[in-house]
């Protein structure tokens, strides 16, 4: 069964940086490409970052280029999201996907505010 857990959500004040984690398990996650997606209130959720399998290519939205960075470890199952320069406009839950398997987690709140 797959399975994506996120952690490491919070509130940051503007400026500041977050790390947030996604862990996969029930499938073989080094042969997945990962993404992360975002969703303000009263928005459509978003595409912010994603990777391939190995960890050789990622994109990024352009609203996060230059200032949010994706990467992964398969020994861990884990792929990271490392946001630095934040905005109060990040404030959003964000969410792991996996698109071979069309899997969501359940999200993680990020919270940038003063």
């Known amino acids: 069964q797959v399975r994506i857990v996120e952690s490491g959500g919070g509130l940051v004040q503007p400026g500041g940086s977050l790390r947030i984690s996604c862990v996969g398990s029930g499938f073989t996650f080094s042969s997945c490409a990962m993404n992360w997606y975002r969703q303000a209130p009263g928005k459509q959720r978003e595409f912010v970052a994603g990777i391939s399998s190995d960890g050789g290519l990622a994109n990024y939205a352009g609203s996060v280029e230059g200032r949010f960075t994706i990467s992964r470890d398969n020994t861990k199952r884990t792929v990271y999201l490392q946001m630095s320069s934040l905005k109060p406009e990040d404030t959003a839950v964000y969410y792991c996907?996996?698109?071979?398997?069309?899997?969501w987690g359940q999200g993680t709140q990020v919270t940038v505010s003063s």
């Open positions: 996907y996996v698109p071979h398997y069309d899997h």
